[in-house]
T-cell receptor, first 109, second 115 residues
Framework: EDQVTQSPEALRLQEGESSSLNCSYT??????LFWYRQDPGKGPEFLFTLYSAGEEKEKERLKATLTKKESFLHITAPKPEDSATYLCAVQEGSYIPTFGRGTSLIVHP | DAGVIQSPRHEVTEMGQEVTLRCKPI?????LFWYRQTMMRGLELLIY????????DSGMPEDRFSAKMPNASFSTLKIQPSEPRDSAVYFC?????????????FGPGTRLTVL
């Protein structure tokens, strides 16, 4: 069973159409939950770290939230440049995060 | 800083050949990670080092894979002999303190194709 599950696998939006990406996890003793953005042909780039349920962080059109079982990455009024794969990773007992398979987001102009 | 540097960016080789991937972490970072990314399995941790010492290599798929970190500014991942199923993108990442919340900085990756 995967510790980190992301949904949907792929998402197509029109420019300006807000939506949310989901990351659910089954680890106990969460130390941190990370969101990364990955553009084609590049390595993942860090976006946010969340530590505890109820925490929220924002960056431009992105807002990440965390509950005891899942995290959401909300995208408000997306633009074509937000198109990328968004990866979620969780960190529990060890220092090493476990990554989900990602959500591929395409925003059409 | 130039970020994490990986070479080569692309590698095409034939089955049975030896492949060596290289990584230069960000200066001052004491943790280094090697990942493999495929469509089927996503991003998988292969091995990580702390202060040049391998800490956990449980993700290394087979004895054909080996990794070294002879000094703080250089690491290699070697596959010998290579097989077609090794085709993937290999990422190196580093961070300064693998404690709670410290993000990893990834290199651009090496796309390996084994024919």
């Amino acid at each position: 069973e995967d510790q980190v599950t992301q949904s949907p696998e792929a998402l197509r939006l029109q420019e300006g159409e807000s939506s949310s990406l989901n990351c659910s996890y089954t680890v106990s003793g969460l130390r941190g939950l990370f969101w990364y953005r990955q553009d084609p042909g590049k390595g993942p780039e860090f976006l946010f770290t969340l530590y505890s349920a109820g925490e929220e962080k924002e960056k431009e059109r992105l807002k990440a939230t965390l509950t005891k079982k899942e995290s959401f990455l909300h995208i408000t009024a997306p633009k074509p440049e937000d198109s990328a794969t968004y990866l979620c990773a969780v960190q529990e007992g060890s220092y090493i995060p476990t990554f989900g398979r990602g959500t591929s987001l395409i925003v059409h102009p | 800083d130039a970020g994490v540097i990986q070479s080569p960016r692309h590698e095409v080789t034939e089955m049975g050949q030896e492949v060596t991937l290289r990584c230069k972490p960000i200066s001052g970072h004491d943790y280094l990670f090697w990942y493999r990314q495929t469509m089927m399995r996503g991003l998988e941790l292969l091995i990580y080092f702390n202060n040049n010492v391998p800490i956990d290599d449980s993700g290394m798929p087979e004895d054909r894979f080996s990794a070294k970190m002879p000094n703080a500014s250089f690491s290699t991942l070697k596959i010998q002999p290579s097989e077609p199923r090794d085709s993937a993108v290999y990422f190196c990442a580093s961070n300064g303190l693998a404690g709670r919340g410290n993000e990893q900085f990834f290199g651009p990756g090496t796309r390996l194709t084994v024919l």
